[in-house]
C-alpha cells in the first residue's frame, strides 16, 4: 500500500510540474514570438544620389522617428545641372564634346522632409514602403560658360535669353515620391524611390524661372534602432 502511494504521489507530482512548465513557457514564447513581429522603429541617416531629368545631384539626411511610423528630417543636396539644349559628344580620337552648353548651373536644396511608413503590421520589417513628402529653401547659383564663338551663332532672341554674367537666386522648393526601403542587415538599408521637386525662382536663372524636376533617388542608409 505504502508503494502504490508513493508511486501515485510521483506520478502526480510529475504531472504537476509539466503544467507549471506548460503555463510558465506557453506565455513567454507567445511574448517572445510578439516582440519578434514588432517593426523596428528609430532614427536614420544617411546619403543620397539623385538623379533628375537635367542633371545629377548627392547629398546627406538625418530623420527622427516619430510615433505612428512618421519620420520627419532635413536633407541638403548639391545638384550639378544641365543646359535645356545640352547634348555631349565624342570626337573621333574619343575626346568629349559639349554643344549648347552655355551655364553652369548649381542648385542647393535645403529641406524639411516628412516620411510615413505603410504596412508595417502586413509586410515583413526587411520591405518598407513609404510615402514622403518635402519642402524647404533652394539656393541657385549661374556661372555661364565663356564661349563666344558658339554663342554668336545663336538667334538673337536666344542671346538674349542667355545670361552672360554670373546669377544668384534664393527660391522655394516643395516634393513628393514613393518608394522602399530594403534592409541589408539590421542596422543599414537600401531606399529606393521616384519623386518630383517643384522649383520655381522669381526671376530667370540659366535662362528660365521653372526649375522642378522629375528624379530617382537612392539613398544608403543606417538606422539607429535597438534590436
Not at 501515485?8 to 519578434?36: C, D, H, R, W
Not at 541638403?76 to 570626337?91: G, K, P, Q, S, V
Given at each position: 500500500?505504502?508503494?502504490?502511494?508513493n508511486?501515485?504521489?510521483?506520478?502526480?507530482?510529475?504531472?504537476?510540474?509539466?503544467?507549471?512548465?506548460?503555463?510558465?513557457?506557453?506565455?513567454?514564447?507567445?511574448?517572445?514570438?510578439?516582440?519578434?513581429?514588432?517593426?523596428l522603429?528609430?532614427?536614420?541617416?544617411?546619403?543620397?544620389?539623385?538623379l533628375?531629368?537635367?542633371?545629377?545631384?548627392?547629398?546627406?539626411?538625418?530623420?527622427?522617428?516619430?510615433?505612428?511610423?512618421f519620420?520627419?528630417?532635413?536633407n541638403?543636396?548639391?545638384?550639378?545641372?544641365?543646359?535645356?539644349?545640352?547634348?555631349?559628344?565624342?570626337?573621333y580620337?574619343?575626346?568629349?564634346?559639349?554643344?549648347n552648353?552655355?551655364?553652369?548651373?548649381?542648385?542647393?536644396?535645403?529641406?524639411?522632409?516628412?516620411?510615413?511608413?505603410?504596412?508595417?503590421?502586413?509586410?515583413e520589417?526587411?520591405?518598407?514602403?513609404?510615402?514622403?513628402?518635402?519642402?524647404?529653401?533652394?539656393?541657385?547659383m549661374n556661372?555661364?560658360?565663356?564661349?563666344?564663338?558658339?554663342?554668336?551663332?545663336?538667334?538673337?532672341?536666344?542671346?538674349?535669353r542667355?545670361?552672360?554674367?554670373?546669377?544668384?537666386?534664393?527660391?522655394?522648393?516643395?516634393?513628393?515620391?514613393i518608394?522602399?526601403?530594403?534592409?541589408?542587415?539590421?542596422?543599414?538599408?537600401?531606399?529606393?524611390?521616384?519623386?518630383?521637386?517643384?522649383i520655381?525662382?522669381?526671376?530667370?536663372?540659366?535662362?528660365?524661372?521653372?526649375?522642378?524636376?522629375f528624379?530617382?533617388?537612392?539613398?544608403?542608409?543606417?538606422?539607429?534602432?535597438?534590436p
Open positions: 500500500m505504502l508503494v502504490h502511494l508511486v501515485e504521489e510521483g506520478n502526480g507530482m510529475k504531472s504537476f510540474i509539466f503544467v507549471l512548465l506548460i503555463v510558465t513557457l506557453i506565455p513567454a514564447l507567445v511574448m517572445a514570438q510578439y516582440e519578434e513581429s514588432v517593426p522603429h528609430g532614427n536614420e541617416y544617411g546619403a543620397g544620389i539623385t533628375a531629368m537635367a542633371g545629377f545631384g548627392l547629398g546627406g539626411f538625418y530623420r527622427i522617428s516619430l510615433p505612428g511610423y519620420h520627419v528630417g532635413v541638403l543636396d548639391f545638384y550639378m545641372m544641365r543646359d535645356e539644349n545640352e547634348f555631349t559628344y565624342y570626337d580620337w574619343g575626346y568629349p564634346r559639349q554643344i552648353k552655355f551655364n553652369r548651373l548649381f542648385i542647393i536644396p535645403l529641406s524639411v522632409d516628412l516620411k510615413k511608413r505603410f504596412f508595417y503590421n502586413s509586410i520589417d526587411d520591405f518598407r514602403p513609404y510615402f514622403i513628402g518635402l519642402g524647404g529653401l533652394t539656393f541657385g556661372f555661364p560658360n565663356e564661349n563666344d564663338l558658339e554663342f554668336s551663332y545663336l538667334p538673337p532672341e536666344e542671346q538674349a542667355l545670361p552672360r554674367e554670373n546669377e544668384y537666386q534664393l527660391s522655394l522648393n516643395i516634393g513628393f515620391g518608394g522602399v526601403d530594403v534592409t541589408t542587415n539590421q542596422e543599414y538599408f537600401l531606399s529606393l524611390r521616384p519623386q518630383y521637386r517643384f520655381y525662382f522669381p526671376q530667370p536663372i540659366a535662362g528660365q524661372t521653372n526649375h522642378s524636376n528624379e530617382i533617388r537612392l539613398e544608403l542608409g543606417k538606422r539607429l534602432v535597438k
